[in-house]
């Protein structure tokens, strides 16, 4: 697979020190963006309910010579947990000025087989949790003078993915989350975006779908040869992030190889 080479990426002066939340920062897209951040020199928070990959992730980063993110186990189901995750890693960080929407599950259902209770478990993993999040850091980001926000989207349903309609529902109302919230957050140089990936390769993806048609879909879609990997979407976050970043809200990036 194909490896960052990290010397030569961009590094932002203004995310030194910066303190960050991510949802889902434990594996797989999730963990890049941690890792990033750390690389950065940012104060990182996570929340992930992947006890084992979390702590992997920290000592991992620790013995690069990174500070240890602060992290917790919480499942973002339960809105009080998460919010009360969120005021328990400022009271130790400080007010937040990034946040990461990342937390998702894109677990396999038909339409036949999804009833109202496996409909809402749905929402309330992949809508909900960044909606209330938002609600939470945006007191502190105030108090800041500025912000940002980054939702985690997806082009699967732009490209009419099949097998996960709940899911597609859940992803497609990013943008209308993002757009929805821009002017009334900017009125506080809060900025909020969209960054859309197209297929990548977690170990979660490579695992389950990566078969020899999933390797044809892949040449047949993308205009760019190689596999998209996790650390490639966290690149477009610290930028979002990053006051280079300063006049871009309600904006959807997509980082997908060229989906044709």
């Known amino acids: 697979m194909r490896a960052p080479q990290t010397s030569l990426l961009s590094h932002f002066p203004s995310l030194q020190g910066r303190n960050v939340f991510v949802t889902g920062g434990g594996s797989g897209i999730g ?7 750390a690389q950065q020199g940012a104060r990182v928070a996570f929340i992930d309910v992947a006890k084992d990959a979390s702590e992997a992730l920290v000592k991992e980063l620790v013995l690069a010579g ?9 499942d973002v189901r339960d809105i009080a947990a998460l919010q009360q995750t969120i005021t328990e ?33 749905r929402m309330a993993i992949n809508e909900r949790p960044a909606f209330f999040a938002i609600q939470s850091v945006v007191p502190g980001m105030r108090r800041l003078g500025a ?13 009419k993915g099949a097998g996960y309609p709940c899911y597609a529902i859940a992803k497609s109302s990013v943008n209308g989350l993002t757009r929805g919230l821009a002017k009334t957050l900017g009125q506080d140089r809060i900025r909020i975006n969209t960054v859309s990936p197209g297929w990548v390769m977690t170990e979660r993806q490579i695992k389950l779908w990566l078969n020899e048609e999933g390797e044809k879909e892949l040449a047949r879609n993308q205009c760019l040869p ?14 979002l992030a990053s006051d280079d970043a300063a006049m871009c809200t309600a904006q959807e990036f997509k980082v997908d190889a060229g989906i044709v």
Not at 31 to 37: G, H, R, S, Y
Not at 66 to 74: E, S, T
Not at 89 to 117: I, K, M, Q, W
Not at 147 to 159: A, H, K, P, Y
Request: contains cysteine; proline residues 4%.
């Open 89 to 121: 890693a400022a009271a130790a960080l400080g007010d937040f000025s990034v946040l990461v929407n990342n937390v998702a599950s894109d677990d396999r259902h038909s339409l036949e087989s999804v009833t109202p209770a496996y409909y809402d478990e």
């Open 66 to 74: 990174h500070a240890a993110p602060w992290w917790r186990v919480c």
């Open 226 to 239: 190689d596999k998209l990997m996790p650390h490639d979407i966290a690149r477009m976050v610290l930028f």
């Open 147 to 159: 912000g940002s926000v980054i939702n985690l989207g997806s082009t699967g349903w732009q490209g």
């Open 31 to 37: 963990a890049a963006i941690v890792t990033a951040f």
